[in-house]
Each structure stands twice: as C-alpha cells, then as structure tokens.
C-alpha cells in the first residue's frame, strides 16, 4: 500500500508542475505536414530531420504544398578548431562546430531564417586513428540528431506564435 500511494503522489505533482515526456505532444495538431529542401536530398541531416519528423506523426511531403509548411536546409557547416597539443606537438583535442541554418516558411507568412551552432570536444589519438575516425563519425550522427530535435524545437516555438 506504501508504494502505491507514493507512486500515485510522485505522478500527482508531477502533473501538477506541467511535466511531460520528452518528444510528446511537441509539434501540436499545428504540424501535420511539412516540406523538407535542400540542395541535396541524401545529405545526412535532411535524412535524420525527415525521420524525426515521422517519428512525432508528421506527414513529410516530397513537394512543397501552398498552405503547408517547407522547411529548406542549408548545407552544413563542420569547423575543427585546436584545443590543446600533445608534448610531442600532435593535436590532442579538437573542438567542433556543427553549424545549421534552415528557412521556414509557413503558410501566409515571410520566410524566417533560423541559424544555430553545437559544439563539442573530441579527443584524438595520432595512433588510433581508424578508432578516432569511427568516433568522429558517431559523434557527428550524434549532433546530426541534436540538430533535428532543436529543428522541430524551433518549428514548434514558431507554429505556437503563429495566429
């Protein structure tokens, strides 16, 4: 009877502080088809956006539609900047900024242009670099869906403004 009662308080406040899952309900009824350009469909951001998409129910559609919204991906931008060397000389640690922009148009409005930067550390080993190089390349799957979560982020925070 005791854990009952303390699950069923833990459920009570956390409804009561407005707590929801994360990924629930996010886009609304607002956003049920969208749009997704780019100059190049196979890239790997517009792939991992579109999957994002379907995953929160959104019908992504393969041209854009007069009263539906069009997201258009600007190609994306990796910058390595050195942090710190190995006594030998050799990069030890890089930082890396992923850099998105994206266009939105929604139905009746301006195209508004939404422009963001991640970053993150990566360390690098001279000597393993067939190791380090898988690592880079799950690193940038890793900031690739960061990008398409903040996308559909943003897309909700625009809809909600949206009369």
């Known amino acids: 009877m005791g854990r009952l009662s303390v699950v069923l308080i833990a459920a009570l406040l956390l409804s009561a502080c407005g707590f929801h899952l994360r990924g629930t309900g996010l886009l609304g009824d607002k956003v049920?088809?969208?749009?997704?350009?780019?100059?190049?469909?196979?890239?790997?951001?517009?792939?991992?956006?579109?999957?994002?998409?379907?995953?929160?129910?959104?019908?992504?559609?393969?041209?854009?539609?007069?009263?539906?919204?069009?997201?258009?991906?600007?190609?994306?931008?990796?910058?390595?900047?050195?942090?710190?060397?190995?006594?030998?000389?050799?990069?030890?640690e890089y930082e890396l900024n992923y850099h998105v922009r994206f266009e939105v148009r929604l139905p009746g409005q301006d195209a508004q242009l939404v422009e963001f930067t991640l970053n993150r550390e990566y360390q690098d080993d001279p000597n393993a670099v067939l190791a380090k190089s898988r690592e880079l390349n799950l690193i940038l799957d890793e900031l690739r869906k960061q990008a398409a979560d903040r996308i559909i982020r943003q897309l909700s925070q625009l809809t909600e403004q949206q009369p």
């Not at 100059?39 to 956006?49: C, E, S, T």
């Not at 009263?67 to 990069?91: A, D, M, N």
């Open 32 to 92: 049920t088809k969208v749009h997704v350009a780019s100059d190049n469909q196979h890239a790997p951001l517009p792939r991992v956006l579109k999957t994002s998409l379907k995953g929160y129910k959104v019908q992504v559609l393969p041209a854009p539609q007069e009263q539906e919204i069009t997201l258009y991906l600007y190609p994306e931008q990796l910058e390595r900047s050195l942090l710190s060397l190995f006594s030998t000389g050799q990069v030890a």
